[in-house]
């Protein structure tokens, strides 16, 4: 059936060259001064009924306007990436496997440069100076929609409103005495005026529940233990503890993703696989630990072990795909190019975190480049693994507290080998992008130390 000519007189080459005045102007005009995601539902069914009375004569136009816009028109069309991504998000979602975000960018990143889109108004950047301008404080840009995936419910790391993120973010810090990227529990080591004890006062539970999972390692010395599973039960256990003042969450509920367990995982991997490591943590550890009771201000400065740290936050990065930002209306230049307001970026942490531009040997665990060899880091400002500014980890004196305790309690008693057939390779080739890193196995073993 012929459908009614709602222009008339105008013809076939009129109606398409009005449908597509009407896409690009309704496009300019209206979808690009916000954000319309949320009201999907409505805006379809305003689309649907839009169609009804325009009939076909606009809809057989409406999509090739769409992707002939997209491909030619906005300004990221000189950005270089799979042509397809330009035309709809959908196309690096079909390009997915498991989880491996990550691997996906860093293999786009090496057919198509530094700079690749990846959506219609997406871009991922391999630069440091990217994630300068998306993260920390004097950013132009802010979340992307990305962070309403949580919808009708909103966390404060979730919340888009600044307003609203910043009254909840004051709450935490009484909680946590943290303020942006600042270590609070230094200040208050060092007697400053900044000083607040109150993580200060999280030391001997952090402290026992460590203690609890040496004992258990120490009931089953000689037998492999998944140590994914115990790490995640020692973090929930913690993180219970913080939030409601008792532990056992993680026995309770299981999770599969979490930095401040994947973090020990993988630095016991490296200390399992590499017994040079473990002797030089241990002659740094032993006088401080050695016959007096535990006392976290002991460890709090040791060269050696918060090289071993950093080194498995750059090695093993916890948010391996980085954190989207959205570009506010004016825009941002990066690295002498113009990037338009509405844009999402990100910079692929993974891959950042394992580039020549950044780091020396960059694919070589080497704890050393943050002590005693620095020449090997050759952009600090990139390593952000807690992120920077008002949204940045507000757990990171926790986090440090609860992996270093770990770490110094089961480095200084016991012995760790990989168990027989662990190879780790589940944990490096396994690794799953859940936004966090997933879990993979590790099965390790554990004996009194000798
Ligand atoms: C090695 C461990 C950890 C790493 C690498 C890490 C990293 C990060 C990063 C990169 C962000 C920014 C996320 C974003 O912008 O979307 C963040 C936010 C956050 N982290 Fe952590 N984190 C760790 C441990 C913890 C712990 C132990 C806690 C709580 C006890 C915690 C609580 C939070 C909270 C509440 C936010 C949101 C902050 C805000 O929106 O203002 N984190 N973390």
């Not at 000519?5 to 005009?29: K, N, T």
């Not at 531009?357 to 880091?377: G, M, N």
């Not at 879990?439 to 004996?447: A, H, K, T």
């Amino acid at each position: 059936m012929a459908s009614p000519d709602i222009f008339s007189p105008a013809g076939p080459p009129q109606r398409c060259f009005l449908s597509a005045v009407f896409g690009i102007i309704s496009h300019l005009g209206y979808f690009i001064h916000g954000e319309y995601h949320l009201q999907a539902p409505n805006i379809a069914q305003g689309f649907l009924a839009t169609i009804a009375v325009l009939y076909a004569s606009l809809l057989k136009f409406s999509e090739s306007r769409i992707v002939i816009y997209r491909l030619f028109f906005p300004q990221l069309r000189h950005s270089p990436g799979p042509k397809l991504a330009a035309v709809s998000k959908l196309y690096h979602v079909s390009k997915l496997g498991k989880y491996d975000n990550f691997k996906l960018l860093d293999r786009w990143h090496r057919q198509y440069g530094d700079w690749v889109r990846i959506g219609p108004r997406e871009l991922s950047i391999l630069s440091p100076n990217a994630l300068k301008a998306a993260i920390g404080r004097g950013s132009k840009c802010t979340k992307p929609p990305f962070y309403d995936i949580t919808k009708p419910l909103i966390s404060m790391q979730t919340s888009r409103d600044v307003s609203v993120h910043d009254k909840r973010r004051r709450i935490w810090e009484n909680g946590f005495s943290s303020k942006g990227t600042s270590t609070p529990y230094l200040d208050y080591l060092s007697h400053s005026p900044n000083a607040d004890p109150t993580l200060h006062s999280y030391e001997p539970r952090v402290a026992r529940y460590a203690t609890e999972l040496l004992a258990y390692l120490e009931a089953n010395a000689g037998v492999p233990i998944n140590m994914s599973a115990r790490f995640i039960y020692l973090s929930f256990d913690i993180v219970g503890e913080l939030a409601f003042g008792r532990g056992c969450l993680g026995y309770e509920q299981g999770c599969r993703s979490d930095s401040t367990a994947s973090t020990p995982k993988h630095l016991f991997y490296h200390l399992a696989k590499h017994p040079d490591m473990l002797a030089k943590l241990r002659e740094e550890l032993d006088p401080v630990t050695k016959d007096k009771p535990f006392e976290y201000r002991n460890i709090t400065n040791l060269p050696y072990l918060n090289g071993l740290f950093n080194e498995v936050l750059r090695f093993h990065a916890p948010i391996p795909s980085g954190l989207q930002r959205l570009v506010l209306p004016e825009g941002i230049t990066v690295d002498g190019k113009f990037i338009p307001g509405y844009t999402v970026i990100r910079t692929p942490t993974w891959s950042l975190m394992r580039s020549e531009k950044v780091f020396q040997r960059p694919l070589e665990f080497i704890p050393e480049r943050w002590t005693d060899q620095p020449e090997l880091v050759k952009v600090m400002d990139a390593y952000q693994p807690f992120s920077r500014g008002t949204d940045s980890c507000i757990g990171k004196g926790m986090a440090l507290m609860s992996i270093k305790t770990t770490a110094a309690l089961l480095a200084t008693q016991m012995d760790v080998g990989l168990a027989p057939g662990e190879d780790g390779n589940d944990l490096l080739n396994h690794t799953e992008d859940i936004f966090t890193l997933s879990m993979g196995i590790l099965d390790l073993v554990f004996e009194r130390r000798t």
